[in-house]
């Protein structure tokens, strides 16, 4: 069982930064890949960002070159450093993590609640 709690989310202007942060508890070391996704209003969740154990980044077009996903040494808070922010980056993030499959899979079987960013212009 892992649980993951996000926070950080924040209402911003156009163009500041923001870091979001996912700290994860009970069986970590079961983790094969943790990721972010983000859902606008009236929108499908989409996936942004993934790490694996190893340290392999993807992410999706949209904030590639802009937005950053790392981790702790501990492995148990993850990160994501959203810089250059733009009004359609509002959305509800959404942490997650997979103890089943590595990154390539796209699935995950734990799910945070949820930080809200919302960007203004």
């Known amino acids: 069982q892992v649980n993951l709690v996000e926070s950080g989310g924040a209402s911003v202007q156009r163009g500041q930064p923001l870091r979001l942060s996912c700290v994860a508890s009970g069986d970590i070391a079961s983790i094969r890949c943790m990721g972010w996704f983000r859902q606008g209003a009236g929108k499908e969740r989409e996936a942004i960002a993934s790490?694996?154990?190893?340290?392999?980044?993807n992410y999706e077009d949209s904030v590639r070159g802009r937005f950053v996903i790392s981790q702790n040494n501990a492995k148990n808070t993850l990160y994501l450093q959203a810089n250059y922010l733009r009004p359609d980056d509002t959305a509800m993030y959404y942490c997650a993590a997979d103890t089943l499959n590595d990154c390539f899979s796209g699935e995950y079987n734990y799910w945070g609640q949820g930080t809200q960013v919302t960007v203004s212009s």
């Open positions: 790490i694996d154990t190893q340290g392999i980044r």
